[in-house]
């Protein structure tokens, strides 16, 4: 490949600082690593201002390399990997701004999901997942919840992150302004087979150890429930909010 | 507490060598850590062999020390650390016998989940969560799936592996032998809202990256799919198993 130039030892010591958050809330900037992440980000409308990519990975994409001149640099792996939290990666990492944190409005026939404290950033990024396989484009997320823009996260999101909006905000003020349904998730609600679903509304899935929080409660219109057959006490929340996405569309 | 019994070196070194598959193979044994799920596999009924606690622990759950005084050493927390997977342990870990690989005889009206090389544990253990959850007691895993007595898997099953039974195996022959419907999860199969599913059968799940090997095909009878309202490109393997778990059962 015809891109030479070198990244400057701050720029190197700028991309290890965003495995922060702090850093990246400081400099409104992530990274992503692997082709088909990278490849996403790239389709997206997230603004990227470098693409680190291996020869290897530049012969075979020559074109998109081409494409994206200006902010490609071409790396060894051994530096890629210094980088990333990969343990292996012979392709590519990019940098992009985050987005502002925009209050969501949903539409009148639209259902989003709500996060109360859910901390850990693989559960977060399948969350992610489902949403956007489920066609759920809304987010909204407890202040407390896993940082969005964590490497963990996009990864578990599987680019997924790219098509899905997320707002960060106390949810308490912003489910009671909302006026809509809240289908808070609880181990003893109603049965989700049992109820005909809203057409719109607020799907809440609360912390992976206390649930959802009490201070919440009153922004419940119902409490559901995943109905058990057998004895484990409970499942995890990703999977909890895929079949509860599951019932909600299949009725819808 | 009363106990003071040392733990040899051998012992320690024996139990550090249990991370590892080989030595869980070799000696048939397995440890795991954490109140919770320690507690359960006490309740369970796998032969413990070793009950390692914290002065701490030993305070708050004297009587089950007692219970278990011939298998039971006092421990510093730096040890219970130093042989465990958990970053923090203030609390317990335990070693035990893993059981023999009896091949799994489901009766006519049981469904049971067979796994094509899943080979992530967490996966692994999430998955044996859900088959827990929904009353799902055998597993049949191909050779190269995720080790069930990997620490990983058991900790992510949150104690539901002792409540759900395992086979290795080939599974063509386990399939093609076992005469009864397999449901095959692919990507274009027929919706599972559509179909209304059979009394008793095989879910069967493929690899995280390559799906169900082409080898299997033949054994499948239904290939099935969950419709998609959005963009993902597929769904993690657990949250999938879940959601075909949720829509057999709640059909059944």
């Known amino acids: 490949m015809a891109v030479n130039r070198m990244l400057s030892k701050n720029t190197l010591k700028f991309i290890k ?134 490497p963990k996260v996009l990864h578990a999101s599987m680019g997924s992150f790219t098509r899905v909006s997320v707002y960060y905000t106390e949810l308490l003020p912003f489910l009671q302004d909302l006026k809509r349904p809240v289908y808070g998730a609880f181990l003893d609600g109603k049965s989700i087979y049992q109820s005909s679903p809203d057409k719109a509304g607020v799907i809440l899935m609360g912390n992976e150890s206390n649930g959802i929080s009490q201070g919440l409660n009153k922004a419940v219109t119902d409490r559901i429930t995943i109905p058990r057959f057998g004895h484990a006490e409970s499942l995890n929340v990703a999977v909890a909010t895929a079949i509860i996405c599951d019932n909600i569309k299949r009725q819808s």
Chains 1, 2 share one sequence.
Request: overall charge negative.
């Open 17 to 150: 600082s965003l495995h922060q958050k702090k850093f990246r809330k400081q400099e409104g900037a992530f990274f992503v690593e692997g082709t088909k992440i990278v490849t996403e980000l790239l389709q997206s409308d997230f603004e990227i201002t470098h693409l680190l990519f291996t020869s290897k990975f530049g012969d075979i994409h020559s074109s998109l390399i081409k494409r994206h001149k200006d902010i490609a640099y071409e790396v060894s792996v051994a530096t890629l990997e210094s980088l990333g939290e990969f343990k292996t990666n012979e392709t590519v990492l990019a940098v992009a701004k985050t987005k502002p944190n925009n209050p969501i409005l949903p539409s009148a026939d639209e259902w989003i999901i709500a996060l109360d404290d859910v901390r850990d950033p693989g559960n977060l990024g399948t969350i992610i997942r489902i949403a956007d396989w489920y066609g759920i484009q809304k987010l909204v997320l407890s202040l407390e919840s896993a940082d969005y823009y964590n």
